[in-house]
């Protein structure tokens, strides 16, 4: 209201008020370029413009759990909501007999996996308090490739980081956020966004091919006796070339 009376006087004024009127004009360009409404939203439009996203029907969600146990024991996926519920429990078996690895359930996406061009992943994760020593999203590699994956998020103790290394969200338990990952092949590089903001942007090692995993998958320290993760709305896009 003071900066509304300010111009009605400045239209009735002299010099003076007419010299009021332009400081006024541009003390209001400054907070509209400030405001959120006119900023840089970080929305799922900006970060996905330009890209194709591909089908995903059920068939494409695999998933690996432990293999001793009934997958309904350690995965659920509640066609209302579009939650997918995950489990495991660190004295768990691997997913099959055969590998080596340690306890898991997760998501593998199947049906895109890629070796060019750029791709990325969105989806909506929430970690509850108390899960830690878990990855929660990876890029895998090609199977038996020189190196396992191009990326994993890690959540240790209610920070999310890349591998066991650099945080990319501090506080990551109990609200549910939008994870975006962009993997420019050609250009080796990944760049990760939480909430629509830039949190990560890493050179990584070629590979023939790659594949998006979510879920929780244990890891080797800090690990608690049960993680878990929830997620919905996952989401593939690529780029036409």
Do not use: C
Request: net charge negative; hydrophobic share 35%; aromatic share 12%.
């Amino acid at each position: 209201m003071a900066m509304a009376s300010s111009f009605h006087r400045a239209l009735g004024g002299g010099e003076a008020a007419r010299t009021e009127l332009v400081l006024l004009l541009v003390l209001s360009v400054v907070l509209a370029l400030a405001s959120p409404a006119s900023a840089t939203d970080g929305s799922t439009s900006n970060l996905t413009t330009g890209f194709v996203q591909v089908e995903l029907p059920e068939g494409n969600f695999q998933v690996q759990s432990p293999y001793d146990v009934p997958e309904n024991q350690r995965y659920s996926y509640d066609n209302v909501t579009g939650v997918r519920t995950f489990l495991v429990y660190a004295s768990d078996k691997p997913f099959n007999t055969v590998t080596g690895t340690k306890p898991r359930t997760e998501v593998r996406l199947t049906g895109h996996d890629y070796s060019s061009g750029v791709w990325q992943f969105e989806g909506y994760g929430y970690v509850p308090t108390g899960t830690s020593g878990a990855s929660v999203m990876q890029i895998h590699n090609e199977d038996a490739g020189a190196k396992a994956t191009t990326l994993m998020l890690h959540v240790y103790n209610g920070t999310l980081r890349y591998y066991s290394g650099e945080a990319v969200e501090d506080s990551i338990y109990d609200r549910w956020f939008r994870l975006n990952v962009v993997h420019d092949v050609d250009a080796s590089t990944v760049a990760v966004y939480l909430d629509g903001a830039p949190r990560l942007a890493v050179n990584v090692t070629p590979s023939a091919s790659h594949y998006f995993k979510f879920g929780v998958y244990m890891q080797h320290h800090d690990v608690s006796p049960l993680m878990e993760s929830r997620w919905r709305n996952i989401t593939v896009y690529t780029k036409p070339f």
